[in-house]
């Protein structure tokens, strides 16, 4: 589904730089239950860059990071749980001011079904892409070379 911001048609292929082919500003979002890390490329022929302003903080101005929230049973998903969330809302904010045009999300599975549960309706129309693969232990070179080359 295209972006409003977006001119000309939706493109659905599977590969990543079919994606990209379309105008606008890309975010890229890698995530576990425990980091996220933003990749944010300005226009079509712009590298993508990481970027740590934008998710780092909530609207309130607190870190998003996990937050531990007593022992008890299940303790360990429920952080992960509300860190995903946490961007979730995160992520809906940015989509509202228009922050971004376009989002490709690249998570841990678990952290993925998460998120998928919890994208809010204005990023929800800006997902373009969203694959189950664990990059968060990837160096920030790495990833961005493989965004660059439409690799993933």
Known sequence: MPSKAAPGP?????????????SGVWWAVVLDGHHARLFVREHRRAP????????????????VEPRETGHHHGRYEQIERQFVGRIARNL????KADAFDHLSV???????????????????DRLRKSIAK???GLSRTHIAARLNA???
């Open 134 to 136: 664990d990059l968060t």
């Open 48 to 63: 993508f860059r990481e970027s740590a302003d934008a998710l780092a903080l909530d609207a309130e101005g607190a870190p």
């Open 92 to 95: 809906e904010r940015h989509a």
């Open 106 to 124: 690249f998570a841990a599975p678990i952290a993925l079904g998460v998120l998928r549960g919890v994208l809010g309706p204005h990023t929800t």
């Open 150 to 152: 439409g690799e993933i």
């Open 10 to 22: 939706a493109t659905t292929g599977s590969a990543l730089g079919l994606m990209l082919s379309t």
